[in-house]
Nanobody
Framework: QVQLVESGGGLVQPGGSLRLSCAAS????????MGWYRQAPGKQRELVAI???????NYADFVKGRFTISRDNAKSTVYLHMNSLEPEDTAVYYC???????????????WGQGTQVTVSS
């Protein structure tokens, strides 16, 4: 029904920057909240940032003003701009979308497959 394609991950040195993108496609009726989560090996998945349809964003405390989440509703795409990356940011980053499908018109959440972000010198 709904597919989320993530891109932008990779290897970056400490202090560097990356921009993650997540494009939603399929039979989408309406998208509500879009967000990013991350999961490091041996740890639980945690919220990084979320942006509802109203535009008000929420960030995890560990972001410390370094990350910015944004969305392009026309492209059904959410972005995560990451600056001043630290080794502790190393994780698999997952896109999450809260939406309704045309084929299944109920509110549900969908996950991307994840993109690896590695911060190392």
């Amino acid at each position: 029904q709904v597919q989320l394609v993530e891109s932008g991950g990779g290897l970056v040195q400490p202090g560097g920057s990356l921009r993650l993108s997540c494009a939603a496609s399929g039979s989408i009726f309406s998208i509500y909240a879009m967000g990013w989560y991350r999961q490091a090996p041996g740890k639980q998945r945690e919220l990084v940032a979320i942006i509802p349809s109203g535009g008000t964003t929420n960030y995890a405390d560990f972001v410390k003003g370094r990350f910015t989440i944004s969305r392009d509703n026309a492209k059904s795409t959410v972005y995560l701009h990451m600056n001043s990356l630290e080794p502790e940011d190393t994780a698999v980053y997952y896109c999450n979308v809260d939406c309704k499908s045309l084929l299944r018109p109920v509110r549900d959440t969908y996950w991307g497959q994840g993109t690896q972000v590695t911060v190392s010198s």
